[in-house]
C-alpha cells in the first residue's frame, strides 16, 4: 500500500528565515506530486506539480520554490519567508492525472 | 481558467435534517469532480469522486449530483448527525491532463443535536 508523509508536522519560524518542507510517498513508483497551501479557514490552493524527478511546474508561486530531488521526494522551500506564508501546507500524490488525489497530513507553519 | 464557487459558506442544519452544499463551475468541459470533508487541523478526506458521465452518485450517508447543463454540483447530506460537522470541499480537475484541482472555498458545517 502506498503512503504519504509530510514533516514536519508543524513548524514556528521567523519573518526572514529559511523554510524547507518535505514530503515522501512510499510504495508507488514515478507519482504525480503536488504542493497545497491553505490559509487559515480559507480554501487550499494549488502551488506546484511534479510530474517526474527533477521536473516540477509551478501553479502559484507565493515567493517559495519546490523541488523533486528523489523520485519519492517532493520538497518545497523558500530562503525568505513573509508573514503571509502562514497556514497549512499539503503534500498530493496521485497516479497519472485524472486519477485520484490522496493528501498528506500535513505541515502547519506560522510564520511571526 | 475554470472557476468553482462553493455555497453556502456557513450551513446550520438540525440532526437529523438534509444538509446540500453546491458547487458550481464555468468550464463545460471538466471531467472530474471531488468532494473532499476536512476535520479541524487535519487533512482533506475523500468523500467521492465523480465524473462527468454519471449524474447521481451515492455514498454512505450522502448523495452527489452532479447536473451538467447548469454546470452544477452538490452534495446533499441525508440525515445528518453531529459527526458530519467539518468543513466541505468541492473540486473541479478541468481536462486535458492539467494535474490542477479548482477548489471551492469551502462550506463549514455545523449539525446541532
Known amino acids: 500500500a502506498q503512503t504519504i508523509h509530510q514533516w514536519p508536522v508543524a513548524e514556528i519560524k521567523a519573518v526572514g528565515s529559511p523554510l524547507s518542507l518535505g514530503c515522501t510517498i512510499k510504495?508507488?513508483?514515478?507519482?504525480?506530486l503536488y504542493w497545497y497551501w491553505q490559509a487559515t479557514g480559507g480554501t487550499l490552493q494549488q502551488l506546484f506539480y511534479?510530474?517526474?524527478?527533477?521536473?516540477v511546474e509551478s501553479v502559484v508561486q507565493l515567493n517559495l520554490s519546490a523541488s523533486r530531488p528523489k523520485d519519492d521526494q517532493f520538497i518545497l522551500s523558500t530562503e525568505k519567508l513573509l508573514l503571509s506564508h502562514s497556514g497549512f501546507y499539503l503534500c498530493a500524490w496521485s497516479r497519472t492525472a485524472n486519477s485520484d488525489y490522496t493528501f498528506g497530513s500535513g505541515t502547519r507553519l506560522l510564520v511571526i | 481558467g475554470e472557476q468553482v464557487e462553493q455555497r453556502p459558506p456557513h450551513l446550520s442544519v438540525r440532526e437529523g435534517d438534509s444538509a446540500v452544499i453546491t458547487c458550481t463551475y464555468t468550464d463545460p468541459n471538466s471531467y472530474y469532480f471531488f468532494w473532499y470533508k476536512q476535520e479541524p487541523g487535519a487533512s482533506l478526506q475523500l468523500l467521492m469522486k465523480?465524473?462527468?458521465?454519471?449524474e447521481i452518485n451515492e455514498g454512505q450517508g450522502f448523495t452527489v449530483l452532479l447536473n451538467k447543463k447548469d454546470k452544477r454540483l452538490s452534495l446533499n447530506l441525508t440525515a445528518a448527525h453531529p459527526g458530519d460537522s467539518v468543513a466541505y470541499f468541492c473540486a473541479v480537475e478541468p481536462t486535458g491532463n492539467t494535474r490542477k484541482l479548482i477548489f471551492g472555498l469551502g462550506t463549514t458545517l455545523q449539525v446541532q443535536p
Open positions: 510504495g508507488k513508483s514515478s507519482p504525480n
Open positions: 465523480v465524473f462527468s458521465s454519471t
Open positions: 511534479s510530474i517526474t524527478v527533477g521536473q
